[in-house]
């Protein structure tokens, strides 16, 4: 991969960082959110603790696909109100559905980006209303850090249920997809 050096002697983001990580949120993702799907009945919805974001595992999984969710309407132009709740998703099947066509909307998104798109600044209201603006690029590596804020709450959440969370770091994803590890 070529790195692109800007003005300013920084490397430049381009589309194939952008589109790899979101390749890499979804993989992470994914491995997290198999391991919580495969607890016993009931643990999805246990309290864990306050101290947590969102204080059960759902939740959690919940408000990363929620955040996926707001910011891709964001993005395409539309602020909605609210962010997706626990309550418009039952349950772990209902949940992964929608994650499926959320993945697809995203992919197809990042896939019909041009280099031009990452500057384009994208203006918007947050869920209270306030008005902010900033240019496509930085809100894309926002939303990939928040996954990954979460993921890692989630991991201390299943550690603290005696289960070990998988790695999800971004090495361990580019050893998985260049077959080095599995």
């Known amino acids: 991969m070529k790195m692109e050096i800007n ?6 983001v381009t589309l194939q960082m952008i589109r790899e990580l979101y390749d890499y949120d ?10 919580v799907a495969g607890l016993p009945a009931g643990l999805t919805d246990r309290e ?12 959690m999984l919940v408000h990363i696909l929620g955040a996926l969710t707001i ?3 964001r993005w395409e132009g539309t602020s909605p109100p609210a962010m997706l709740g626990a309550a418009e998703l039952p349950d772990l099947a209902a949940l992964r559905r929608r994650w499926a066509e959320q993945d697809e909307k995203i992919r197809a998104f ?3 980006l041009r280099d031009q798109d990452l500057t384009r600044v ?3 209201k947050n869920t209270q209303g306030q008005a ?14 928040h996954s990954t804020h979460h993921r890692s709450e989630i991991a201390t959440m299943l550690t603290i249920l005696g289960t070990s969370p998988p790695p999800t770091d971004l090495v361990v994803y580019h050893l998985v997809k260049t077959g080095q590890m599995s």
Do not use: C
């Open 7 to 12: 003005q300013e002697g920084r490397i430049a």
């Open 26 to 35: 979804r993989w992470a993702n994914r491995r997290l959110f198999d391991l």
């Open 48 to 59: 864990i603790g306050k101290q947590f974001s969102f204080p059960t595992l759902k939740g």
């Open 71 to 73: 910011w891709l309407t």
């Open 110 to 112: 990042t896939a019909g």
């Open 122 to 124: 994208i203006h918007y």
């Open 132 to 145: 902010f603006q900033l240019p496509l690029w930085p809100l894309m590596q926002h939303v990939a850090n």
